[in-house]
């Protein structure tokens, strides 16, 4: 503790809030906070500096990293109390615009900023690393900062920054980015311009090592309401009846929707529009948003939420798509649970299987999968002179403006919709999420209100990766050239499309890989069922085929007596038979055996013969 | 006992949407002392394509990318972009914009042309922030004496550009097609650790190489791949959402666990380039192809361990423990019929440069 002078906290000033005073980023600082705050919230809330994230809540993330007396803290579980006469270390305090701290320099300049959003906890966890150990192994810098998650490095560029502002530091010096040795002039004019083929530094990478860069949830506006959703608990159910009365008398609520409140079109989807904003006579998976809340508080909102009374009718549900492909199964919607079929045919399969000396079978599940972008989605929604406009978290703007405009019934033009900084998407922030819920209340308010799910919600209710079950057959020659495949799939869409059916399209016209398959029948299915919502992820249902097809591949190299890597030389795609399973031909800029080569360079995969 | 393996894992990936019209769009402005505003509607979640877009602007009008500012989008600011999805955005919006900068570029030609009193404005080249007459090195006028005569002439420098890939829709019947502007192709070679006591599977490198057309940035083009390496380790080993009746259970990160520092591997990012007819400077697509492969190829690095086929994902300790107690591992050792494999692996490490 430092010699800072102030009440220290007591038990009896827990109940009552107390004046906190300690220094904060080298200046005294005096703040009252509430009973039993954490110290994130006092931070981002009471002081304003949002430098510091919120991504889970539950000091497992490490977003929130600060440093109280030099040491790590998670400050979404560390009671701001406890910082009474210490000095705490916060991403806004480490270095200024004009003199970054060698680490930021570094994050930068190795490229180890991306969304930026777990950036300040990083830069925090490695400032307590190096002011301990001025030359860390990259093993100890791993150890050091396991307990930060990064979604979007691979941490590869994180462990080198930290490494060369290491030396940066011993050195003693200020961080110089060091001149490019390429002595070529044409290049060398390139880099300096930052020209196409150029590794210049990303323009937002300075406000998100300063902290300064402002995510959805780092937004302020005077008045602003704050929201909450409830949620259907059952996977399916017939709504009878919503009771509103009991949370619109709480005090401190201004507002609650449901989807008697939406005067346009209530359902959404980028490809089919069966998803309702708010559910109105069904609700057809867990977490299906049924009425939303705005209040002047969370916690009110919070609290008002439950006072919601929704009566349902339990249905029953199916939660296998195979079961749910079948007539007896409970049937999600009119049109029956299987969203889409495509369907691929090209040559005579049957025939080529017959001629095949090597056929190889096989059945692979894959399971369900979170994006786990480390910010949850967030968002404002403030009413002014043209209509309202949201400040929140996006993949493309104007497809979630068409949706809220045809919600609202009005021009697109009176809905504008801006994309915030946003920490990590990866297809889980291409659909709408707070988007529908702020906007109605900030419409039927007149105010700012602002909504950001927990980690619990987000992980509940955001659309997921496909799992699929992946039927594969596939017929070569004795030499291991392949003759035919065939491929059937089965993809749990869960309770509604979203990019459902464009995964399965997708995974059929990637079945079988960067091969030239002269005979291939695909038929791909995305089946509605009761569970999570599946829809964009990176991949967007490539990473399932390929565990497949490159396992099968694999298995007809072990018939033949080949090595994988002969396998696939043998079977790629290359100009002479440049022709996909959809019939493109491509020999203009075909590349596979090019990365196959670079890839295998210096493994030795035997003789399998 | 610990087997070590390696294993391939292959993919191509088609950039776009899957045959249907995906355009974008975008505007470019020239200011009066040369420097540039680039309008599209593309979304950045960290990925990198705003930079990326000011790099291929800069290309265009040959400025410095520090001249060239890139708006954050929105609906009334940044023309429609389509979505940040497909992998689609720097070959998509990255011609877009290439073609609103041109469109300017061929505005401030023709206005140096009269500048400089040259009859075929064909003649001129853009290089270095001056507009000059091929050939005549001293018959130069500067960008920015361009754009102000243009501004003084009640002319302003102002492009669109909108760009659509080049598709044929799939036929309904037969799945045939010519569903992408172009393709990326990547190959990449995991090598594993399984402790067949306990079905632990430990990535120890993965080699990845990626046909990027064009590398726009290429240490932004590593991160993608290195990112990309990672959350497929998580798809292979550890990720899964566990519902039951619908209700999913995993919804914190104590219980849905991704990659720490400790978890990802010895990523080595290659870049190929082997550019495409239709992308800007002959860029692809990159934020997809790398989480495609990865997983596939520590499936096969498994196989390759321990000689049995994994077909249920994640390889979490526990499905691979059952897995080689079904094929007949006790106390880890592998049965007879599998000796030969593992034993031909072992020769193989130890014959192996990598």
């Known amino acids: 503790m430092t010699g800072l002078v102030g009440p220290g906290p007591r038990v009896d000033d827990l109940t009552a809030g107390i004046t906190l005073a300690f220094i904060l980023n080298g200046k005294p600082c005096s703040v009252a906070v509430e009973p039993g705050a954490v110290l994130l919230d006092v931070l981002r809330n009471d002081l304003g500096l949002t430098g510091t994230k919120r991504g889970c809540g539950e000091g497992e993330c490490g977003a929130c990293t600060v440093l109280v007396d030099g040491r790590v803290v998670n400050s979404c579980l560390y009671p701001a109390a406890k910082v009474a006469g210490c000095e705490v270390l916060t991403v806004e305090g480490l270095g200024s615009a004009t003199a970054l701290h060698p680490l930021q320099e570094a994050f930068l300049a190795q490229g180890a900023v991306q969304c930026g959003f777990c950036t300040p906890g990083m830069l925090l966890a490695a400032k307590a690393l190096l002011d301990e150990n001025s030359e860390p192994t990259e093993e100890q810098i791993r150890s050091a900062m396991s307990g930060n998650l990064c979604r979007c490095t691979g941490y590869t560029k994180i462990v080198a920054a930290v490494q060369a502002a290491a030396a940066v530091m011993r050195r003693g010096g200020l961080a110089a980015r060091e001149p490019d040795s390429d002595t070529d002039g044409e290049r060398a004019r390139y880099i300096a311009s930052g020209h196409v083929g150029a590794s210049v530094l990303r323009a937002d990478g300075p406000a998100k090592v300063m902290g300064a860069a402002k995510f959805a949830d780092d937004l302020h506006r005077e008045g602003m309401l704050h929201a909450k959703v409830l949620r259907s608990p059952h996977p399916h159910a017939l709504i009878l009846a919503i009771d509103c009365s009991a949370a619109i008398e709480l005090p401190g609520v201004e507002a609650i929707v449901t989807a008697a409140d939406i005067p346009g079109r209530n359902s959404f989807g980028i490809i089919v529009k069966d998803q309702p904003f708010l559910a109105t006579d069904k609700v057809r998976y867990v977490g299906e948003a049924v009425a939303a809340v705005a209040a002047r508080t969370t916690a009110i909102a919070e609290r008002a939420r439950h006072l919601i009374q929704v009566h349902y009718e339990p249905l029953p549900a199916v939660f296998d798509p195979r079961e749910a492909m079948g007539a007896e199964a409970p049937q999600l919607f009119e049109e029956g649970n299987v969203r889409a079929h495509r369907h691929i045919e090209r040559g005579d399969v049957d025939a080529a299987f017959a001629a095949a000396e090597i056929i190889v079978e096989e059945t692979f599940h894959t399971q369900l999968v979170e994006h786990a972008y480390i910010e949850p989605e967030a968002g404002i929604a403030v009413p002014d002179a043209n209509g309202v406009s949201l400040f929140v978290v996006s993949q493309g703007v104007h497809y979630q403006r068409s949706e809220l405009a045809a919600m609202l019934d009005w021009p697109a033009s009176r809905v504008r919709v801006v994309q915030t900084t946003v920490g990590g998407a990866f297809g889980g922030k291409i659909d709408l999420n707070v988007h529908p819920f702020i906007t109605l209340l900030a419409v039927k308010t007149g105010r700012p209100v602002k909504l950001v799910y927990t980690r619990e919600e987000s992980m509940t209710v955001s659309t997921k990766r496909h799992p699929f079950e992946i039927h594969v057959r596939l017929g070569a020659n004795a030499e291991g050239r392949f003759l035919a495949a065939e491929a059937r799939v089965i993809g749990d869409t869960g309770a509604y499309s979203s990019y459902g059916p464009a995964v399965l399209t997708r995974a059929a016209t990637h079945a079988l890989g960067p091969y030239y398959m002269p005979n291939a029948r695909v038929d791909t299915f995305a089946v509605h069922t009761n569970n999570p919502i599946a829809g964009a992820m990176r991949g967007f249902g490539v990473p399932q085929m390929a565990a497949a097809h490159e396992q099968m591949v694999d298995m007809v190299a072990e018939q033949a007596g080949l090595t994988p890597l002969e396998v696939r030389l043998r079977n790629g795609l290359e100009p002479d038979l440049a022709v996909t399973l959809t019939g493109h031909e491509i020999s203009s800029e075909l590349s596979y055996l090019e990365t196959l080569g670079a890839a295998t360079e210096g493994f030795d995969f035997g003789d399998r013969r | 006992m610990r087997l070590r393996g390696t294993g391939i894992g292959s993919a191509y990936f088609g950039i776009g949407n899957t045959g249907m019209a995906n355009p974008s769009s975008a505007f470019v402005e020239v200011h009066e002392d040369g ?151 990547a190959a990449h070679v995991a090598e594993v650790d399984v402790d067949t006591e306990t079905g632990e599977v430990t990535v120890l490198r993965v080699r990845a190489a990626h046909d990027v057309g064009r590398a726009i940035n290429p240490q932004s083009a590593e991160g993608q791949i290195e990112g990309g390496v990672a959350m497929g380790c998580g798809y292979a080993t550890m990720e899964e959402v566990v519902v039951e009746s619908g209700h999913v259970l995993t919804k914190t990160f104590v219980e849905y666990s991704i990659p720490t520092f400790l978890d990802v591997p010895r990523i080595e990012p290659i870049l190929i380039e082997e550019p495409a007819s239709s992308g800007p400077y002959g860029a692809k697509g990159l934020g997809e192809p790398p989480v495609c492969c990865t997983p596939a190829a520590i499936l096969n690095a498994v196989f390759d361990a321990t000689g049995v086929r994994m077909t249920r994902l994640p390889l979490s300790a526990e499905n691979v423990y059952l897995a080689l107690q079904a094929a007949g591992y006790r106390d880890g050792q592998p049965p007879d019929g599998l000796l030969a494999h593992v034993q031909r692996r072992a020769t193989a490490v130890q014959g192996s440069k990598g």
């Not at chain 2, 990925?47 to 410095?64: E, F, K, M, R, S």
């Not at chain 2, 600011?77 to 497909?86: I, L, M, Q």
């Not at chain 2, 030609?109 to 001129?124: H, M, V, Y």
């Open chain 2, 35 to 185: 420097s540039a505003s680039v309008s599209c509607g593309a979304a950045d979640m960290g990925q990198g394509a705003a930079t990326v877009l000011a790099q291929i602007v800069a290309t265009a009008l040959d400025v410095p990318v520090d001249r060239v500012a890139v708006a954050g989008t929105d609906t009334m600011a940044t023309p429609n972009a389509g979505v940040s999805s497909a992998s689609r955005q720097t070959y998509v919006s990255g011609n877009a914009c290439l073609l609103a900068a041109e469109q300017v570029r061929d505005f401030m030609l023709r206005e140096a042309a009269t500048l400089l009193a040259c009859d075929s404005p064909e003649q001129l080249i853009l290089e270095n922030g001056f507009v000059q007459i091929a050939g005549e090195p001293e018959a130069r006028v500067s960008l920015r004496e361009v754009a102000s005569s243009c501004r003084a002439r009640g002319r302003l420098l102002v492009g669109s550009g909108t760009f659509n890939p080049d598709t044929v829709a799939l036929d309904p019947e037969t799945g045939q097609g010519e569903p992408y502007g172009t393709y990326a192709f």
